[in-house]
């Protein structure tokens, strides 16, 4: 069964830094592009960032580009989301998740190609 935990998360201050990692189990880790995506209250959860199954390319959203950085280790399972320069706004709960193999690099910023997600962690920042 797959299984995605994100850890990670907490309270911040404006300005701060997390790490976020996604541990990743039943599944044939390398095969599969990785996403991380975030939700607010009242809000449609909303791409962050993904990375392609070998690590080669990345893919970040305009409102934290330059400020995250995403990364794979393929031996540990993992993936990663370091986040710098943080703002109030990035307030959410933030979601690892999997796209179907049947979807393209394309296609991983949209939410409905993702067959699973995580619990989610929660990352506040204050002003």
């Known amino acids: 069964q797959v299984q995605l935990v994100e850890s990670g998360g907490g309270l911040v201050q404006a300005g701060g830094s997390l790490r976020l990692s996604c541990a990743a189990s039943?599944?044939?880790?390398?095969?599969?592009?990785m996403g991380w995506f975030r939700q607010a209250p009242g809000k449609e959860r909303e791409f962050v960032a993904a990375?392609?199954?070998?690590?080669?390319?990345?893919d970040y959203a305009d409102s934290v580009k330059g400020r995250f950085g995403m990364s794979r280790d393929n031996a540990k399972n993992t993936v990663i989301l370091q986040m710098n320069s943080l703002k109030p706004e990035d307030t959410a709960v933030y979601y690892c998740?999997?796209?179907?193999?049947?979807?393209?690099?394309?296609?991983?910023?949209?939410?409905?190609?993702?067959?699973?997600w995580g619990q989610g962690t929660q990352v506040t920042v204050s002003s």
């Open positions: 990375i392609y199954w070998s690590g080669r390319l990345t």
């Open positions: 998740g999997l796209p179907s193999r049947g979807s393209s690099w394309s296609q991983v910023r949209v939410a409905q190609v993702y067959d699973y």
């Open positions: 039943g599944l044939t880790f390398s095969s599969y592009n």
